[in-house]
Nanobody
Framework: VQLQASGGGLVPAGGSLRLSCAAS????????MGWYRQAPGKQRELVAT???????NYANSVKGRFTISRDNAKNTLYLQMNSLKPEDTAVYYC?????????WGQGTQVTVSS
């Protein structure tokens, strides 16, 4: 499974961005997809995940501000990010867990200015 993330950029605090992650195969059968992020000097951390049945999970730091979704017809995963804060600045990676293997996209930079 190849994953291509896009949609990052520079936004002011309080702004919004929508990240996309296009998969190279039909995502209907992918068990779990999600987004992680890594800020400079920090470990990669979970942002949000979504299962094939649509169950979602969010990091406490983004609950109520971020929404993860998937469009099986377009083989694409999304992350809608609202009310962005400077501490959301990081490289965001999409992720898929399929047939006991984890796959990662290349990452997209999100920078939130104060």
């Amino acid at each position: 499974v190849q994953l291509q993330a896009s949609g990052g950029g520079l936004v002011p605090a309080g702004g919004s961005l929508r990240l996309s992650c296009a998969a190279s195969k039909n995502i209907f059968s992918i068990n779990v997809m999600g987004w992680y992020r890594q800020a400079p000097g920090k470990q990669r951390e979970l942002v949000a995940t979504i299962t094939g049945s649509g169950n979602t999970n969010y990091a406490n730091s983004v609950k109520g501000r971020f929404t993860i979704s998937r469009d099986n017809a377009k083989n694409t995963l999304y992350l809608q990010m609202n009310s962005l804060k400077p501490e959301d600045t990081a490289v965001y990676y999409c992720y898929a867990y399929y047939q006991f293997t984890a796959y990662w996209g290349q990452g997209t930079q999100v920078t939130v200015s104060s």
